[in-house]
């Protein structure tokens, strides 16, 4: 029903793209006009600001859900698969950046910690 009436309306407007059922039937000046149309129907939906807005809700929900993931592997996987791969992340950060990162070994928690 839209298709038909979108028909009749470029039929009105002498649209180069009139009668096209496909894209391969639209001449080159009728490309011009499907993208000045696209323009403006993105424009008039404020599309860039819908996107926007999904991209900035995107970067903020990225952070829990690795959290998440990465609590709910520690939860889960053997302890000492977490303790090798741990040791494999601390061997490719900087020297700085692996002291921070220390895993507890099995059957003690961080209260039998030797103090300095």
Known sequence: MQAE?????????????????????IP?????QVA????????RDNL???AAG??????FAIFPALSALISLYGLTADPSTVEREFGML????????????QVPRRGRNAADAPRP
Do not use: I
């Not at 009436?5 to 039937?25: F, T, V, Y």
């Not at 080159?28 to 011009?32: C, I, P, T, V």
């Not at 000045?36 to 424009?43: I, K």
């Open 5 to 25: 009436r979108l028909l009749s309306k470029s039929c009105r407007n002498n649209d180069p793209q009139a009668g096209s059922l496909r894209p391969n039937q």
């Open 28 to 32: 080159l000046k009728g490309w011009g």
């Open 36 to 43: 000045q149309r696209v323009w403006s129907e993105s424009n």
């Open 48 to 50: 860039s600001v819908v």
């Open 54 to 59: 999904c991209a900035f809700f995107a970067l």
């Open 90 to 101: 601390g061997s490719v950060l900087c020297a700085g950046g692996g002291g921070e990162m």
